[in-house]
């Protein structure tokens, strides 16, 4: 199958509504960004972001932006955790995570610790809809048909997260991220963002 077009007028049309969405977002949520960086940090005095090396288009890596919703040592932790591990593949998931903070499970089950990813999309790494943000690891496991859905930018939200989030199987995941690759069209965006309050208001597969 050949790469869907994702050139000239539509990646520009694209592009344009991500920033412009964004922008507006991030303007409008300022003072809801206030009050849990305050959270985070009244909680143990650590840092409010949380960083990570995802993968975005391309195969490009790029710094992804989170609000920190574990214990500051929980990579060094999540050793002693993986035969607990609920995930799949190289992802690491479980609904009781010990290293989860009190703040950092609220903001879970509403999925606002996803929020600073609007900067993610304002700077051009990733876009308000598209494929989960993949981790290096997981990327180098990629085959040549995998590597289809690095085509596009990754997304704060897209067909996997308005289908059961964590509690899909891994396959299941890609498989849909395959297909938002291939079918992709601004409507598609707006059907996803529409249908993501629905799953955040839900909880499903947020943990």
Do not use: C
């Not at 710094?63 to 060094?76: G, H, I, N, P, S």
């Not at 199987?169 to 079918?183: G, H, I, M, Q, S």
């Amino acid at each position: 199958m050949d790469h869907p077009e994702l050139a000239g007028g539509k990646q520009l049309l694209k592009s344009v509504f991500d920033r412009v969405t964004a922008g507006l977002a991030l303007t409008l949520l300022a003072p809801l960004f206030l009050v849990i960086a305050v959270a985070i940090r009244a909680s143990d005095h650590e840092a409010v972001f949380f960083r990570q090396i995802r993968v975005g288009r391309d195969g490009r890596t790029f710094v992804l932006f989170k609000f920190r919703t574990m214990v500051v040592d929980a990579e060094q932790r999540k050793a002693e955790l993986e035969a607990l591990n609920e995930g799949a593949g190289v992802l690491f998931k479980m609904r009781r995570d010990p290293r989860v903070t009190k703040v950092g499970a609220w903001l879970r089950r509403w999925s606002l610790d996803e929020l600073p990813q609007l900067f993610n999309v304002l700077i051009g790494d990733m876009s308000l809809v598209g494929p989960r943000p993949a981790l290096p690891q997981e990327a180098a496991r990629y085959g040549d048909h995998m590597r289809r859905r690095l085509v596009v930018k990754p997304g704060i939200t897209g067909l996997w997260q308005v289908s059961g989030r964590s509690d899909l199987p891994f396959d299941e995941a890609f498989r849909l991220d395959l297909r938002y690759v291939e079918n992709w069209s601004l409507a598609l965006d707006l059907q996803v963002l529409w249908k993501t309050w629905s799953a955040v208001i839900h909880g499903s597969g947020a943990y």
